[in-house]
């Protein structure tokens, strides 16, 4: 919903990508790598990111479920100021992109 809204991506869109274990990361990195390139468009292609580990990131943006999907919205200081899982409602789409024009002044 993010790529359709109109807004400016500008404000800046991070995919990341976790797998929990190193042999894990060995076999699948280049997997869902390849997989990303098809899905994400080209110009997002500097902003996806695929990491090992990430119970350190997990814990720090409040993010317990290794497996779920998770979007935030930061400000420029790095704070969470919208946080959301599982698929959105339009009310929480509509809050969200309130939000982040807010945050980038439109």
């Known amino acids: 919903p ?3 809204s109109g807004l400016d991506r500008s404000c800046g869109l ?4 976790p797998i929990p274990s190193r042999l894990k990361y060995a076999l699948w990195a280049p997997f869902v790598k ?3 390139r098809k899905e994400v468009p080209t110009d997002m292609h500097i902003s996806y990111f695929v990491y090992r580990g990430g119970r ?3 814990e720090a943006l409040g993010v ?3 497996y779920g999907g998770y979007v935030m919205l930061l400000d420029k200081q790095g704070f969470v100021r ?3 899982s599982g698929s959105a409602t339009a009310e929480e789409l509509s809050n969200l992109f309130a939000s ?7």
């Open 56 to 58: 350190e990131l997990r």
């Open 100 to 106: 982040i024009r807010k945050l980038v002044g439109h």
């Open 14 to 17: 991070i995919d990341l990508r």
């Open 82 to 84: 919208w946080r959301a």
């Open 2 to 4: 993010f790529l359709e």
């Open 34 to 36: 390849r997989a990303a």
């Open 64 to 66: 317990p479920n290794l």
